[in-house]
């Protein structure tokens, strides 16, 4: 079955840590970027940070950089998302993503993983 699967979710104090997984099946996983997306209710699926294939080139949105920290495991098949100094408004529902080539938002997306909600309170 071809699909990513997203873990690693849940609730943490502001400052804190959290670390997401995207464990991918079905599909040639060294052929695709990986990009982690993020939504509030109410608004946009936004990229927050993906990590190409081949290079291994990362980006990151300017809100997160410096914070969070993409990694991808090809013989695990498995990208993660280190979240550290997690703010309040990192709050959202985080879906793993697979496209052919650039992922510059939801439009290039070829496969969706199901999303793992983050919540920042205190």
């Known amino acids: 079955e071809v699909q990513l699967q997203a873990s690693g979710g849940g609730s943490v104090q502001p400052g804190g840590s959290l670390r997401l997984s995207c464990a991918a099946s079905g599909f040639a996983f060294n052929d695709y970027a990986i990009a982690w997306f993020r939504q509030d209710p109410g608004k946009e699926r936004e990229p927050i940070s993906c990590?190409?294939?081949?290079?291994?080139?990362?980006y990151y949105k300017a809100s997160v950089k410096g914070r969070f920290t993409i990694s991808r495991d090809n013989a695990k098949i498995t990208v993660n998302l280190q979240m550290n100094s997690l703010k309040p408004e990192d709050t959202a529902v985080y879906y793993c993503?697979?496209?052919?080539?650039?992922?510059?938002?939801?439009?290039?997306?070829?496969?969706w993983g199901k999303g793992t909600l983050v919540t920042v309170s205190s």
């Open positions: 993503a697979a496209a052919i080539g650039v992922i510059a938002g939801p439009r290039d997306v070829d496969l």
């Open positions: 990590i190409r294939n081949g290079d291994g080139i990362t």
